[in-house]
């Protein structure tokens, strides 16, 4: 038997970082929203008790450093299951782009082997796997708009935002995302107000969710990579009704309620960038 599973790439409406803890995380407040640009998972259970990854893309790990490897070995062993499993990852989301490509195919790898065995697992179960690989892998459990506590383990489910047209734009560099944390000096940093941004997805007031947008990050990628702030104000002077950087960066991405506006930002930035996309918000 064969199933298939979607991964659909998160961004981050909003990202404040509260603190730093002793255990060396960074203690966060995120709204998280997914968009309709997604990698593909194809399982399909082996006689022989191993775990095979492939993927299209062949710069990316396929053994255990690989987070869809991680899942199945963590899963295979709480639960003994005994299979084999192959897991074929077609990817489409850029890597280390601030996008969660290795977190929402790991969390898709959860689901995929929960379907795929018919285990029964509920949410929680998936998401203290899931924790275990990445910070991102809960609220990729999910998949839908939500609000993030914790080092990212906490995930409470809002409704979903204001549906909107999304233009994502990475510049031709790679972000790690523990670098960027361990430059963070807490001082330096602004803080957008993630319970108003809450507020304003319950209340789907577009408007309201636009005005408390941000990302701490930005105070330590951009500085970095003046490239993410020439993007942000092209998208803005192409009309975009908001312009923020995803994660740790260096993917942007606007939002725009007219298909037309965002067609401009697309035009305005293709010469600048290679990689554009033009997305929707899930629903
Ligand atoms: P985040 O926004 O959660 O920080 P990211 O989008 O910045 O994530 P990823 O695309 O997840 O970054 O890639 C980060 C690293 O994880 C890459 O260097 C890659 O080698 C590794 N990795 C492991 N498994 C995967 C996977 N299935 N897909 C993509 N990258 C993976």
Redesign the pocket.
């Known amino acids: 038997m064969e199933i298939i599973e979607k991964a659909p790439a998160k961004i981050n409406l909003g990202l404040d970082i509260l603190r730093k803890r002793e255990d060396g995380y960074h203690e966060l407040e995120m709204v998280m929203s997914s968009v309709d640009l997604a990698d593909r998972l194809t399982f399909e259970t082996l006689p022989e008790n191993k775990i095979i990854v492939e993927t299209n893309k062949a710069f ?2 396929i053994d255990k ?4 490897y991680q899942a199945a070995t963590i899963l295979k062993e709480r639960y003994g299951i005994q299979d084999g499993i192959k897991i074929s ?1 077609d ?1 489409h ?1 850029p ?9 929402t ?1 790991c969390a898709a790898a959860l689901r995929g082997m929960n379907r795929l065995w018919q285990l029964g697992l509920s949410m929680d179960e998936l998401v203290s796997m899931g924790v275990e690989v ?1 910070t ?1 892998v809960p609220y990729c459990v999910y998949g839908t708009t939500s609000f993030i506590a914790g080092k990212g383990e906490i995930v409470r489910p809002l409704i979903p935002m204001p549906q909107c047209w999304v233009v994502l734009v990475k510049p031709r560099i790679s ?1 790690s ?1 523990r670098k960027i944390f361990q430059q963070v000096e807490m001082d330096q940093l602004s803080h957008p107000d993630m319970h108003k941004l809450s507020e304003a997805i319950l209340k789907q007031d577009y408007e309201m969710m636009l005005a408390h947008m941000g990302n701490s990050l930005e105070d330590v990628t951009i500085p970095k990579h003046p490239v993410v702030q020439q993007i942000k104000d092209r998208m803005l002077k192409y009309g975009a009704d908001a312009a923020l950087m995803s ?2 960066g260096p993917t942007v991405f606007a939002l725009c309620k007219k298909y037309s506006r965002a067609q401009r930002i697309v035009n305005g930035l293709k010469g600048f960038c290679d990689e554009v996309y033009l997305v929707r918000t899930l629903k």
């Open positions: 990316l790990p450093r690989n987070n869809v990852i990817k989301i890597v280390a782009a601030g996008l969660g490509g290795g977190s195919d990445g991102d972000v995302t994660g740790s």
